[in-house]
């Protein structure tokens, strides 16, 4: 079929006038499956059991929380976040697309991480991913988060994070990465703005460009502590948590990672690494 002039009609791609943000942010960022098969499967390891009922804190759109929701009959979720209107988001687009028995052991709660109620309590696994937990810039604050995650897991609870690291991370540098849709390609660009290596803050933004020459620009912003690894397994431990284990990702041979993380005592001096911890309650 063609247009009007015979011309052949193609999908318009993506624009900065007619993207949604937080689509765009699930294709370039969230890999929220491969994030369930890790914490899925460590847990069972160190448990020797599956998990039932996780938390996700700073859960944004709670999309880890419905993709928990759709693994197995038995899971529940609770997602916790203090922006209504990126909830709502998830609410709309990604809860309702569950079933609705999925959608049933699914809450997505409007509430600060560290008041999680009854509802976030007593749970097998706490989840702070995409380094959200970077928000407490000083050492008091994220022990406190810490110790009150472990108050609030159930008995044998785990605790899983990420971390970023490498001596770029403490670079203001732009990432560029072209993204391959079915729609049509973008560019999803991880701008390090500003880095203070007195206090350790760092501005971040998330900028997306399109194939129409339109941009994006602050989709996301984020200001942070760039905490070092070392300083988040102390502070675990501080909090009282016990077996802090950091799990590194393994080397597909060509300069890049492999996507398979297991339990490390060493790593490498990458100049840039993401890897996993997780904690023992």
Same mark, same amino acid.
């Given at each position: 079929?063609?247009?009007?002039? #015979?011309?052949?009609?193609?999908?318009?791609?993506?624009?900065?006038?007619?993207?949604?943000?937080?689509?765009?942010?699930?294709?370039?960022?969230?890999?929220?499956?491969?994030?369930?098969?890790?914490?899925?499967?460590?847990?069972?390891?160190?448990? #020797?059991?599956?998990?039932?009922?996780?938390?996700?804190?700073?859960?944004?759109?709670?999309?880890?929380?419905?993709?928990?929701?759709?693994?197995?009959?038995?899971?529940?979720?609770? #997602?916790?976040?203090?922006?209504?209107?990126?909830?709502?988001? #998830?609410?709309?687009?990604?809860?309702? *697309?569950?079933?609705?028995?999925?959608?049933?052991?699914?809450?997505?709660?409007?509430?600060?991480?560290?008041?999680?109620?009854?509802?976030?309590?007593?749970?097998?696994?706490?989840?702070?991913?995409?380094?959200?937990?970077?928000?407490?810039?000083?050492?008091?604050?994220?022990?406190?988060?810490?110790?009150?995650?472990?108050?609030?897991?159930?008995?044998?609870?785990?605790?899983?994070?990420?971390?970023?690291?490498?001596?770029?991370?403490?670079?203001?540098?732009?990432?560029?990465?072209?993204?391959?849709?079915?729609?049509?390609?973008?560019?999803?660009?991880?701008?390090?703005?500003?880095?203070?290596?007195?206090?350790?803050?760092?501005?971040?933004?998330?900028?997306?460009?399109?194939?129409?020459?339109?941009?994006?620009?602050?989709?996301?912003?984020?200001?942070?502590?760039?905490?070092?690894?070392?300083?988040?397994?102390?502070?675990?431990?501080?909090?009282?948590?016990?077996?802090?284990?950091?799990?590194?990702?393994?080397?597909?041979?060509?300069?890049?990672?492999?996507?398979?993380?297991?339990?490390?005592?060493?790593?490498?001096?990458?100049?840039?690494?993401?890897?996993?911890?997780?904690?023992? *309650?």
């Amino acid at each position: 079929m063609t247009a009007a002039g #015979g011309a052949s009609k193609r999908p318009s791609g993506w624009t900065a006038a007619t993207a949604d943000r937080h689509v765009l942010y699930t294709h370039a960022v969230q890999s929220v499956e491969a994030e369930i098969d890790f914490v899925d499967s460590t847990y069972r390891e160190i448990r #020797g059991k599956p998990a039932r009922i996780l938390r996700e804190d700073f859960c944004g759109t709670g999309a880890t929380s419905c993709e928990w929701a759709r693994r197995r009959p038995q899971n529940h979720a609770v #997602g916790l976040d203090r922006d209504q209107a990126t909830l709502a988001w #998830g609410g709309q687009n990604i809860l309702s *697309k569950l079933s609705d028995s999925e959608r049933a052991r699914v809450k997505l709660l409007n509430r600060d991480v560290r008041e999680p109620g009854r509802e976030g309590s007593g749970v097998d696994m706490v989840l702070a991913m995409n380094f959200s937990y970077w928000i407490f810039r000083a050492r008091e604050e994220l022990r406190a988060y810490f110790a009150r995650v472990r108050e609030t897991l159930g008995s044998g609870g785990v605790f899983f994070l990420d971390h970023y690291g490498g001596f770029e991370s403490m670079k203001e540098q732009r990432d560029k990465r072209e993204i391959k849709t079915r729609k049509g390609p973008f560019t999803y660009i991880w701008d390090q703005k500003t880095y203070d290596p007195i206090t350790g803050k760092m501005d971040c933004a998330i900028h997306f460009h399109f194939a129409d020459g339109t941009r994006m620009r602050n989709a996301f912003t984020y200001t942070w502590r760039l905490w070092t690894l070392p300083e988040i397994q102390e502070l675990l431990s501080e909090a009282g948590f016990r077996n802090v284990t950091v799990y590194w990702e393994g080397d597909d041979k060509k300069g890049s990672g492999n996507g398979v993380f297991t339990p490390a005592k060493q790593g490498e001096a990458c100049a840039a690494f993401i890897c996993y911890l997780s904690a023992e *309650k």
